[in-house]
C-alpha cells in the first residue's frame, strides 16, 4: 500500500524559507513521478511543483518560479520542495502526491494524474 507523510510545515514570516519533506513506502520510488500541491482556505487545490522519475525534469507553477525547487532523493524515497521568498499568499496546506509512469521524463500538473495523495501539512506565512 503506498503511503506518503508530509513533514515541515510551520509558521514563517514573510521572505523567509522552508523545506518541506514527502516521505514515502509502499513504492518503487523511481517509478513514480512526484508532484505538489496547495489548497488555501476557500480556494480549489491548485498545482505548485513536480518533478519525473529521476527528478531530472521539473515543472513549477508562475506563481512560485525562481521561488521554490522541487528535487528528490530516490535512495531515501523522498521528495522535497525547497521554498524561499515566501509571501502571505503562499499560505496554505501544502500535499505531495505519487503516480507510476513507465517514463522517466514525464511529470503531471493535473491533480487528476494523481493516483496516491499525503494527508497535507500546513504552511503559514505572515506579513
Known amino acids: 500500500q503506498v503511503h506518503l507523510v508530509e513533514s515541515g510545515g510551520g509558521l514563517v514570516q514573510a521572505g523567509g524559507s522552508l523545506r518541506l519533506s514527502c516521505a514515502s513506502s509502499?513504492?518503487?520510488?523511481?517509478?513514480?513521478?512526484m508532484g505538489w500541491f496547495r489548497q488555501a482556505p476557500g480556494k480549489e487545490r491548485e498545482f505548485v511543483a513536480a518533478a519525473s522519475r529521476s527528478g531530472g525534469n521539473t515543472d513549477y507553477a508562475d506563481s512560485v518560479k525562481g521561488r521554490f525547487t522541487i528535487s528528490r532523493d530516490n535512495a531515501k524515497t523522498t521528495v522535497y520542495p525547497q521554498m524561499s521568498s515566501l509571501k502571505p499568499e503562499d499560505t496554505a496546506v501544502y500535499y505531495c502526491a505519487t503516480r507510476f509512469t513507465s517514463s522517466p521524463r514525464d511529470y503531471y500538473y493535473r491533480s487528476l494524474d494523481y493516483n496516491y495523495w499525503g494527508q497535507g501539512t500546513q504552511v503559514t506565512v505572515s506579513a
Open positions: 509502499g513504492l518503487t520510488f523511481s517509478s513514480y513521478a
